[in-house]
């Protein structure tokens, strides 16, 4: 009987250690000191539709300035500057925007940031791109994004797509 109280005793240390050390399996957005725009953004080659829905914990409306870079681990990179326009409702609490980007072709999609300028303090809730040569590809924000900062993901690890993030754009 003691045996069986020391296991269970055992037991539960080990599941209270696992539990305290537990982490999301959501990944969250990190920042970036900078974003080199990557010399294949200026060729056209083929066009992406972007959707970008706004949390509804975002501001009623906002006239920050927001743009996007996205891309995929061999350096094929697109890059939308501005998307913005508070005059259209664009990026409005609880709504979702789409946008045709033009851009180079690429494999699949691994990597998106978003850049925001402004005061107001934008929250997008998701961003999911669609290429005609890729799969959907989605990554969830829901969080406050930092002014002046590209702010993303990137699961492009150990690839050229790492390597385009060593200068300010």
């Known amino acids: 009987m003691k045996m069986y109280e020391a296991l269970c005793f055992l ?4 599941l209270a250690t696992s ?3 537990s982490r999301s399996i959501i990944p ?12 294949t953004q200026n060729q056209i080659g083929c066009s992406f539709t972007v959707s970008i829905r706004t949390s509804c914990y975002s501001t009623r409306y906002t006239r920050d300035q927001i743009s996007l870079a996205f891309g995929d681990a061999y350096g094929n990179q697109v890059y939308a ?3 913005d326009d508070p005059y259209s409702g664009t990026f409005e609490r609880c709504s979702s925007d789409t ?4 851009g180079p072709c690429t494999y699949q999609i691994c990597y998106l940031y978003l850049y925001r300028s402004g005061y ?4 997008p809730y998701d961003v999911t791109v669609y290429g005609y040569y890729t799969s959907p590809v989605s990554f969830y924000y829901n969080v406050r994004m930092p002014g002046n900062i590209w702010y993303g993901f990137n699961y492009c690890y150990g690839t050229k797509a790492a390597s385009l993030v060593v200068k300010k754009a």
Not at 11 to 14: G, M, N, R, T
Not at 28 to 39: C, G, K, T
Not at 99 to 102: A, E
Not at 120 to 123: A, N
């Open 19 to 21: 539990v305290s050390q």
């Open 11 to 14: 037991l539960l240390c080990s």
């Open 81 to 83: 500057p501005r998307l």
């Open 28 to 39: 969250s957005p990190h920042p970036l000191s900078s974003l080199r725009i990557n010399a």
């Open 120 to 123: 107001d303090g934008w929250i």
């Open 99 to 102: 946008f045709q980007v033009y």
